[in-house]
Every structure is written in C-alpha cells, then in structure tokens.
C-alpha cells in the first residue's frame, strides 16, 4: 500500500517536470526551434488546428525557421497566427515557402523571459509539493484506519520527502540550464 503511494507520488512529479520542460520549450531563446511554435493554432477550414499538423516545420539555419505548407492557400491563415502569437515573430512569404527569422534577444527580453522561465519553475515546485501533500495525507489515513503503523508512517513520510527533493532539484536544474540558455549571447 505504501509503496503504491510512494510509486504514484512518483508519477505526478516526474510529469510535473515533463510539463515544466515542455513550458520551458516555449520560452524562446535566440536560436531557432521548431517547439517555439508548438502553441500556435490556425484556423484550418473552420477548426483551430496545431501549425505542426498543417505544415511541415524545419531548422533553415540557427536563427531562422522554415515552413511548408501542405496546403497553398493556407499560406495567408499561418502567417495570421504566427503575426497573432506574442512571440514576437515576423513570418517572410516567398511564394509556399515561410521562413521565420529569429530576432537577437536584447537584454531586457532576455530578463523577461528568465523571469517567465522562473515562474514557470516555481509553478512545477508548487506542483510536486502538492503531489507530496496529497501522498503523506493519504499515508496518514492509513495510520488512521491502523493499517499501518507509526513507524512505517514516519518512514514512507521520509521516503517521500526524499523523492520531492530528487524532483526538485530536478526543476532547479533544468531553470539553470535555461537560464544559461537565455543568457547566452
């Protein structure tokens, strides 16, 4: 029993960080990367569609991206949501071809999105934090219901706070990491 909790507690941070490194993927850096524009959407006949299932996105050089579109005409509707975006981007038609040029990061943009890549990781702590609460209650239920004892209880709580400072840890890693990314000129 406890072991489930300790296993399921486990789960929810490890995806607590997938969803942080997928966060972190949208912050854009100076370098070109097909996941900066994994957020926008474009009006596809009538529904809101992911760009990357309406167009083929590619690297051109590090600070530029290219786009194909499967279909010409939505050439006008993908250079709509990419100007809509508040990532600051300025698509360049020629002719099916899109190309997206990375503007430099000055150093105010740079901070702005540090402290964007900061939230984002406190946001991931507050997650797995929760996700230790939740398991340690859960633990505390079954000493209640005499399930277990207090000497397991005390040692699943210790277990689990072990595995909380692993994630964490993991989250302060993976904010430096970006953080460094950013920073680079």
Not at 30 to 53: E, F, K
Not at 86 to 105: F, H, K, Q, S, V
Not at 112 to 117: S, V
Request: hydrophobic share 40%; glycine share 4%; proline share 4%.
């Amino acid at each position: 029993m406890i072991n489930e909790i300790k296993q399921d507690a486990e789960e929810r941070m490890q995806k607590s960080v997938e969803a942080l490194g997928n966060n972190f993927n949208k912050i854009r850096t100076g370098r070109a990367h097909p996941s900066i524009l994994d957020g926008i959407t474009v009006n596809y006949y009538g529904s809101d569609t992911p760009l990357n299932q309406v167009a083929n996105i590619s690297v051109l050089d590090a600070r530029t991206l290219s786009l194909s579109p499967w279909e010409k005409q939505m050439v006008p509707e993908i250079e709509k949501a990419i100007m809509k975006s508040d990532l600051g981007l300025n698509p360049a038609t020629t002719g099916e071809l899109i190309r997206i040029p990375m503007p430099p990061l000055t150093e105010e943009t740079r901070k702005g999105f540090i402290k964007q890549a900061r939230a984002e990781a406190e946001g991931a702590r507050v997650s797995i934090r929760s996700v230790r609460r939740d398991a340690i209650a859960h633990i505390k239920d079954l000493l209640k219901e005499k399930e277990i004892g207090e000497d397991d209880e005390r040692r699943a709580e210790d277990d689990i706070q072990k595995i909380t400072d692993k994630f964490v840890a993991e989250v302060d890693k993976a904010l430096a990491v970006k953080e460094a990314d950013l920073m680079e000129i």
